[in-house]
T-cell receptor, first 116, second 112 residues
């Protein structure tokens, strides 16, 4: 399994500002994913972070709002730009791996964002 | 549209009691079904993963069942403990690619 850390663990931000979330993995991984978990809702995939190329965004998410960097195989950042209260959510980093012979996804602890 | 529905939305039980959480899905074609436990302020942690051909999988006091014909799964927790208080998320993987479809989760509260 992979050990994933995220910074910050939580933050309270003013509307109109931007926040960059960092994700660090203890081993090299090909695929890293960024999810959003809004209150009372299921996890929603924002994008897949690809090393050496642009991230692949899911429907409803755009690069201008959620720019992603992936400078190497152990690190990625997600920026939430020009924030509004609707962006208040938990943001989770995830990586693919194997466990017990199955493809698995391992999640970081999440970043709890509150936008005022 | 591929969906994963969980019930109940929330549940309160006394310590030591058993409980069963339900998951219905419409994902097709289907690769595997996973149950995750998410403690407050933490990321989801995998409990069990079952492929199409598996009917049951256990992990300690957690037992997951799968009926691929009716597209239903359940997670049974035996002799609950206070530390079982968490959100339990059912996740179904599409057959092709890595797309995961998440349920909204069941929030379990175990009280003494």
């Amino acid at each position: 399994s992979a050990v994933i850390s995220q910074k910050p663990s939580r933050d309270i931000c003013q509307r109109g500002t931007s926040l960059t979330i960092q994700c660090q993995v203890d081993s090299q991984v090909t695929m890293m994913f960024w999810y959003r978990q809004q209150p009372g809702q299921s996890l929603t995939l924002i994008a897949t972070a690809n090393q050496g190329s642009e991230a692949t965004y899911e429907s409803g998410f755009v690069i201008d709002k959620f720019p992603i960097s992936r400078p190497n195989l152990t690190f990625s950042t997600l920026t939430v730009s020009n924030m509004s209260p609707e962006d208040s959510s938990i943001y989770l980093c995830s990586v693919g791996g194997t466990s017990g012979g199955h493809n698995e996804q391992f999640f970081g602890p999440g970043t709890r964002l509150t936008v005022l | 549209k591929n969906q994963v529905e969980q019930s109940p939305q929330s549940l309160i039980i006394l310590e030591g009691k058993n409980c069963t959480l339900q998951c219905n899905y419409t994902v097709s074609p289907f690769s595997n079904l996973r149950w995750y436990k998410q403690d407050t302020g933490r990321g989801p942690v995998s409990l069990t993963i079952m492929t199409f051909s598996e009917n049951t999988k256990s992990n300690g006091r957690y037992t997951a069942t799968l009926d691929a014909d009716t597209k239903q799964s359940s997670l049974h927790i035996t002799a609950s403990q206070l530390s079982d208080s968490a959100s339990y998320i059912c996740v179904v993987s599409e057959e092709a690619g890595t797309a995961l479809i998440f349920g909204k989760g069941t929030t379990l509260s175990v009280s003494s």
